[in-house]
């Protein structure tokens, strides 16, 4: 059964973006910290088509967490651009340039419809406007037997969490406080259906914390 | 120089009780759960004046936090009892009996004076209520020399870290979800004033985070 797995990076305080998200700062003022445990990483660097890099008791986690993907369902502010509908004449077609580095169907969950999008390297963005059970039985099939990554944001990891469709969680945890604004855990309730820690990883400028159901 | 070490549990949404505490339930609905990591240890049993207990990878995280402590400072709500005044007919004396396991000086921030409380076993409550810096300063002196445990709660801690007068805090995040109350890093900005994560250490139902100033 291909399983959804969650995974995101959130500060001690909670948070997985900063205040003031724009499309000049797409993670919000200090959120860029979140992920510089990540950018000197080889296995990241390799995703992204760069060469060289690090690699520590980080790597293993990365590699891990992008083996056996077939599809990716991320929320509208994931995917980006200004809020509300798609501008027909200049549209937004996401962060990641011409050739995004999915290489596999990514599913965006929005309240606006849209043609599907297909750039270079196999990467497709499918627009999902009827809910989150619609997105994941989508992306399932997409994948082809492998598993679905859920990468955020909030919002989107917030309602598949709080519905219980979660199968595995690997939150890496950075050591800093972000001050706002979107908390990952607001609004989530107190149930983790299942989801028990199975494994935590030291690192620089991390902890990374996996959670599964045993 | 004696420094100020903080040390809390913490749920993964961020705080260190439940909702709706009170003189039953002093740990709020749910935040008995932050503790159960705690409980089996021999090394907490052993401080507790009882025998027997597990050892695992949080043995040494809890000797080492007992170490070199020559004094204590707590929050009113830590403390315990009914808020506001203290009944002097029949005055609340904490939640620990007879004979605290403190066995040092302990010192009570608060808005309410009252006389020093000596109980057995060397621990005297100091209750303070000129604010944070006189309790530390109070607190170092009655420390002879050996460090100062700050033991929370959420507001003190709050004020301490907002100071900058932690020098080294220990968190023990458990992995469960309390959905409230008192969220330990709210309202503390976004300065770590230095303190960096120093170890992590993954153990059975917790992971501890020590950070300190390099």
């Keep these: 059964m291909s399983r959804l797995r969650f995974r995101i990076s959130m500060s001690l305080d909670g948070f997985v973006a900063g205040p003031d998200q724009s499309v000049n700062e797409p993670l919000g003022v200090g959120g860029e910290g979140l992920h510089e445990w990540v950018l000197p990483l080889a296995a990241w660097r ?15 986690v990365v590699e891990e967490e992008v083996a056996n993907i077939g599809a990716t369902i991320m929320g509208r502010n994931m995917f980006g651009g200004h809020p509300g509908g798609w501008d ?38 499918t627009f999902v406007t009827d809910g989150i059970e619609s997105a994941l039985e989508q992306a399932r099939r997409a994948a082809g037997g492998r598993d679905v990554a859920l990468s955020g944001g909030a919002q989107a990891a917030q309602q598949y969490l709080a519905a219980g469709l979660v199968d595995e969680m690997e939150l ?18 107190t149930d983790l259906h299942g989801l028990e820690l199975v494994r935590a990883v030291a690192a620089p400028g991390v902890t990374h914390l996996k959670f599964a159901r045993r």
Tied chains: 1, 2.
């Design 46 to 60: 390799t995703a992204h088509g760069k060469e060289g890099g690090e690699v520590n008791e980080s790597s293993r």
């Design 88 to 125: 027909a004449g200049n549209p937004w077609n996401g962060w990641w340039g011409k050739n995004p580095p999915f290489h596999h169907p990514v599913f965006v969950l929005t309240h606006h419809a849209r043609e599907p999008l297909a750039l270079e390297g196999g990467t497709t963005f």
């Design 172 to 189: 890496h945890l950075v050591p800093t406080l972000l001050g706002g604004v979107e908390r990952l855990f607001e609004g989530v309730g």
